[in-house]
Every structure is written in structure tokens, then in C-alpha cells.
């Protein structure tokens, strides 16, 4: 079956690097999506990454994947307070197929 | 500019009575999805429908249905609101080159 799993909450210290871990249970998900979800708004999607990578760079953001462990994370460099949001992990077969998320960590940033 | 639009942003209902929550997108994606969300937890798939196909998830009530009049719009309607039924409802479109969520209507039944 589709199942992701994440951590609920995770506190890092403003200017630290924030590490979010995801694991999924599909083996034939395609694409592994980081969504940024802030208190009263809608998804904003983060980043993705293919299946057929292993990392993934974009400025803060770096996402690394191992496919073998279907392990997934999301390291925020320089957490700033503006990263202060709930991070869901999410997967999916294809870019037009429907998404399965996992629950959320919400990340707290402390001064 | 926002793409795809819901409305109202936030949306009040008696108990047990109907209401219709609105997406409409300008981004001519043939996908459309209905997702619920309640607090603290994951979004969860309601439907979709792929052009004009519908496709309900297994576990959807049947309180639920939906509406596709065109490509540009796609209605939610909860006959008869339950308070478990409070949450933010996500719509979200997608074609070949994935994803857009619009910013969710949050309802709240009284």
C-alpha cells in the first residue's frame, strides 16, 4: 500500500541547518515532493526530486533520496523565522497522478 | 496571479446544510482534485477528475460530490455538513509538468 511517514515536530535554533526525514513505502512512486504549508494557507510546493536521483540543490534547500531505503529529506540551510511552517513529504506515481502525503512535521525555529 | 482560485476563503455552514465550495483555474490543466484537510493532519484525496472522468476515492463519504461544468471550474458540495466535517478543502489542478494547489477554503459548520 501508499503510506508516508514523517516526524510530527522538529525545533532548531534560528541559523542552524534544519534536517526533515520522510519515509514512503511505494517502490514505484515516481516523484517525491517537499511541501510548505503556513498557518491558514494553502501548499506551496517546495521542490521535488525524481526517483532516479539522488539529491537534488536549490539555494537553502537540498533534498537527498535513497531509493534503496525509500528515505527521503529535506535539509534548510540558515533557517531563518520565515521557515516556521508545517513540511509534508509527499509522493506520487506520475507528475499528473494523484499525491500521497504524509503528515506533516512542523518546524519551530528558536531564537 | 493566482491560477487556481477557490472561493470563499472561508466558509461558514449550519449543521446539516448544504453548501458548495468553487475552484476555477486559469492554467487549462485537465486534472482537477478535491482534497480535505483537517487540522494537524495530512491532506486527504476526496476525488479527481481527469478531463471529464470522475473518480471517487474508496473511502470518500457519500456527503461528498463534485461537479465539473468546463475545464476552468470544479465545484464541491457536502449535502448535509457534519461537524466532522470542519477543515480546509484543498483544490488542486495538474497536467503533464505537475502540481498547483490553490490556497484552500476553510469551512466551519455551526
Known amino acids: 500500500g501508499e503510506d508516508v511517514e514523517q516526524s510530527l515536530f522538529l525545533s532548531v535554533r534560528e541559523g542552524d541547518s534544519s534536517v526533515i526525514n520522510c519515509t514512503y513505502t511505494?517502490?514505484?512512486?515516481?516523484?517525491l515532493y517537499w511541501y510548505k504549508q503556513e498557518p491558514g494557507a494553502g501548499l506551496q510546493l517546495l521542490t521535488y526530486i525524481f526517483s532516479n536521483m539522488d539529491m537534488k540543490q536549490d539555494q537553502r534547500l537540498t533534498v537527498l533520496l535513497n531509493k534503496k531505503d525509500k528515505h527521503l529529506s529535506l535539509r534548510i540551510a540558515d533557517t531563518q523565522t520565515g521557515d516556521s511552517a508545517i513540511y509534508f513529504c509527499?509522493?506520487?506515481?506520475?507528475?499528473?497522478?494523484?499525491?500521497?502525503f504524509g503528515s506533516g512535521t512542523r518546524l519551530s525555529i528558536r531564537p | 496571479d493566482a491560477m487556481v482560485i477557490q472561493n470563499p476563503r472561508y466558509q461558514v455552514t449550519q449543521f446539516g446544510k448544504p453548501v458548495t465550495l468553487s475552484c476555477s483555474q486559469t492554467?487549462?490543466?485537465?486534472?482537477m482534485y478535491w482534497y480535505q484537510q483537517k487540522s494537524s493532519q495530512a491532506p486527504k484525496l476526496l476525488f479527481h477528475y481527469y478531463d471529464k472522468d470522475f473518480n471517487n476515492e474508496a473511502d470518500t463519504p457519500d456527503n461528498f460530490q463534485s461537479r465539473r461544468p468546463n475545464t476552468s471550474f470544479c465545484f464541491l458540495d457536502i449535502r448535509s455538513p457534519g461537524l466532522g466535517d470542519a477543515a480546509m478543502y484543498l483544490c488542486?489542478?495538474?497536467?503533464?509538468?505537475?502540481?498547483?494547489f490553490g490556497s484552500g477554503t476553510r469551512l466551519t459548520v455551526v
Open positions: 488542486a489542478t495538474s497536467r503533464d509538468n505537475g502540481y498547483t
Open positions: 492554467l487549462n490543466h485537465n486534472v
Open positions: 511505494d517502490s514505484s512512486s515516481t516523484y
Open positions: 509527499a509522493e506520487s506515481k506520475g507528475s499528473a497522478s494523484k499525491i500521497i
